[in-house]
């Protein structure tokens, strides 16, 4: 059974940072690119950021040089680092493990920036 388990979201001031985690099981991690996806309110769900099987990283413009992601293969998880954040960041964010063949997502973790 393939299981994505985010963590580390919550309520943070404007400046502030946080620090998601998201732990996979059921599936070989090393090979799936990862990805970081947030959904606000009314909005349709868009990709912040994304690390390959390689390490190489991509990233929303509007997160560029604010956010970090980061994967450890040894313990099948990945991270986003998310430094100044603003109140536009408020959003659920979701993981997600994507090859050809397969797409799985996580159930979300809530991240609020208070001006």
């Known amino acids: 059974q393939v299981q994505l388990v985010e963590s580390g979201g919550g309520l943070v001031q404007a400046g502030g940072s946080l620090r998601l985690s998201c732990a996979a099981s059921?599936?070989?991690?090393?090979?799936?690119?990862m990805g970081w996806y947030r959904q606000a309110p009314g909005k349709q769900r868009e990709l912040v950021a994304g690390?390959?099987?390689?390490?190489?990283?991509s990233y929303a413009d509007s997160v560029k040089g604010r956010f970090a992601i980061s994967r450890d293969n040894a313990k099948n998880t990945v991270y986003l680092q998310m430094n100044s954040l603003k109140p536009d960041d408020t959003a659920v964010y979701y993981c997600?493990?994507?090859?050809?063949?397969?797409?799985?997502w996580g159930q979300g973790t809530q991240v609020t920036v208070s001006s």
């Open positions: 059921g599936i070989i991690f090393s090979i799936y690119t």
């Open positions: 997600n493990a994507f090859t050809r063949e397969y797409n799985y």
């Open positions: 690390i390959t099987r390689g390490s190489s990283t």
